[in-house]
Protein backbone atom coordinates (compact mmCIF):
# COMPACT_ATOMS: atom_id res chain seq x y z
CA UNK A 1 0.00 0.00 0.00
CA UNK A 2 1.11 3.13 -0.90
CA UNK A 3 0.17 6.59 1.50
CA UNK A 4 0.15 10.34 1.10
CA UNK A 5 0.83 12.18 4.50
CA UNK A 6 0.25 15.76 3.61
CA UNK A 7 1.12 19.18 5.90
CA UNK A 8 1.43 22.62 5.81
CA UNK A 9 -1.88 24.42 5.13
CA UNK A 10 -3.12 26.93 7.37
CA UNK A 11 -4.32 30.31 7.57
CA UNK A 12 -2.72 33.14 6.43
CA UNK A 13 -3.48 36.63 5.59
CA UNK A 14 -3.42 37.87 1.90
CA UNK A 15 -0.12 38.71 0.54
CA UNK A 16 1.34 35.43 2.87
CA UNK A 17 3.17 32.84 2.88
CA UNK A 18 2.70 29.03 3.21
CA UNK A 19 4.36 25.83 2.14
CA UNK A 20 2.68 22.47 1.79
CA UNK A 21 4.99 18.85 1.88
CA UNK A 22 3.49 15.58 1.11
CA UNK A 23 5.65 12.39 1.71
CA UNK A 24 4.75 8.94 0.15
CA UNK A 25 5.58 5.82 2.03
CA UNK A 26 4.53 2.55 1.37
CA UNK A 27 5.22 -0.14 -1.40
CA UNK A 28 7.27 2.34 -3.78
CA UNK A 29 8.99 1.48 -7.09
CA UNK A 30 9.82 4.72 -8.18
CA UNK A 31 6.79 8.23 -7.77
CA UNK A 32 6.49 9.24 -11.14
CA UNK A 33 4.12 12.35 -11.14
CA UNK A 34 3.65 14.59 -7.82
CA UNK A 35 2.07 17.56 -7.56
CA UNK A 36 -1.28 18.96 -5.68
CA UNK A 37 -4.97 19.90 -6.90
CA UNK A 38 -7.02 22.15 -5.09
CA UNK A 39 -11.03 22.50 -4.39
CA UNK A 40 -12.46 25.72 -3.58
CA UNK A 41 -16.24 25.34 -1.97
CA UNK A 42 -18.81 24.65 -4.46
CA UNK A 43 -16.27 24.29 -7.37
CA UNK A 44 -14.09 21.40 -8.96
CA UNK A 45 -11.03 19.82 -8.43
CA UNK A 46 -8.88 21.70 -10.39
CA UNK A 47 -4.71 21.07 -11.14
CA UNK A 48 -2.09 23.46 -9.42
CA UNK A 49 0.94 22.41 -9.69
CA UNK A 50 2.68 18.95 -11.18
CA UNK A 51 5.97 17.41 -11.15
CA UNK A 52 8.11 14.88 -13.19
CA UNK A 53 10.13 12.26 -11.58
CA UNK A 54 12.75 13.75 -14.56
CA UNK A 55 11.90 17.74 -13.25
CA UNK A 56 9.40 18.59 -15.82
CA UNK A 57 5.99 20.62 -14.58
CA UNK A 58 2.77 21.70 -15.23
CA UNK A 59 1.67 24.58 -13.58
CA UNK A 60 -1.83 25.97 -13.62
CA UNK A 61 -1.33 29.63 -15.05
CA UNK A 62 -3.62 31.15 -11.73
CA UNK A 63 -0.51 30.36 -10.02
CA UNK A 64 2.22 30.91 -12.17
CA UNK A 65 5.17 33.39 -10.29
CA UNK A 66 3.54 32.96 -7.28
CA UNK A 67 3.66 29.08 -6.58
CA UNK A 68 6.87 26.90 -6.88
CA UNK A 69 6.67 23.14 -6.73
CA UNK A 70 9.78 21.14 -5.94
CA UNK A 71 10.05 17.49 -4.75
CA UNK A 72 13.01 14.88 -2.83
CA UNK A 73 13.26 12.17 -4.75
CA UNK A 74 15.15 10.49 -2.17
CA UNK A 75 12.70 10.97 0.51
CA UNK A 76 9.53 10.90 -2.17
CA UNK A 77 8.25 14.30 -1.09
CA UNK A 78 7.17 16.71 -2.76
CA UNK A 79 6.52 20.10 -1.52
CA UNK A 80 4.52 23.70 -2.51
CA UNK A 81 5.61 26.73 -2.01
CA UNK A 82 3.01 29.43 -2.11
CA UNK A 83 3.96 32.91 -2.16
CA UNK A 84 1.90 35.96 -2.52
CA UNK A 85 -1.04 33.95 -1.70
CA UNK A 86 -4.74 36.03 -2.37
CA UNK A 87 -8.26 35.11 -1.16
CA UNK A 88 -9.37 32.94 -4.73
CA UNK A 89 -6.32 30.68 -2.97
CA UNK A 90 -8.50 29.56 -0.29
CA UNK A 91 -9.13 25.56 -0.95
CA UNK A 92 -8.79 22.33 0.45
CA UNK A 93 -5.38 21.20 -1.29
CA UNK A 94 -4.58 17.90 -1.93
CA UNK A 95 -1.57 15.55 -2.68
CA UNK A 96 -2.06 13.64 -6.08
CA UNK A 97 1.17 10.81 -6.97
CA UNK A 98 1.35 8.41 -9.86
CA UNK A 99 3.43 5.55 -8.83
CA UNK A 100 4.89 3.08 -9.79
CA UNK A 101 4.78 0.03 -7.35
CA UNK A 102 6.49 -2.72 -9.49
CA UNK A 103 7.36 -3.10 -12.82
CA UNK A 104 3.71 -3.74 -14.03
CA UNK A 105 1.64 -1.46 -12.43
CA UNK A 106 1.31 2.04 -12.10
CA UNK A 107 -1.10 3.28 -9.51
CA UNK A 108 -2.61 7.06 -8.75
CA UNK A 109 -2.85 7.97 -5.19
CA UNK A 110 -4.72 11.03 -3.28
CA UNK A 111 -3.16 12.37 -0.37
CA UNK A 112 -6.31 13.42 2.78
CA UNK A 113 -6.46 17.16 1.59
CA UNK A 114 -4.79 19.92 3.77
CA UNK A 115 -6.98 23.59 3.93
CA UNK A 116 -5.59 26.88 2.80
CA UNK A 117 -7.47 29.74 3.95
CA UNK A 118 -6.28 33.18 2.80
CA UNK A 119 -7.96 36.35 4.52
CA UNK A 120 -8.26 39.88 2.91
Known amino acids: QVQLVESGGGLVQGGGSLRLSCAAS????????MGWYRQAPGKQRELVAT???????DIADSVKGRFIISRDNVKNTVYLQMNSLKPEDTAVYYC??????????????WGQGTQVTVSS
Open 51 to 57: MASNGAT
Open 96 to 109: NALIRVNIFNENRY
Open 26 to 33: GRIFRPNV
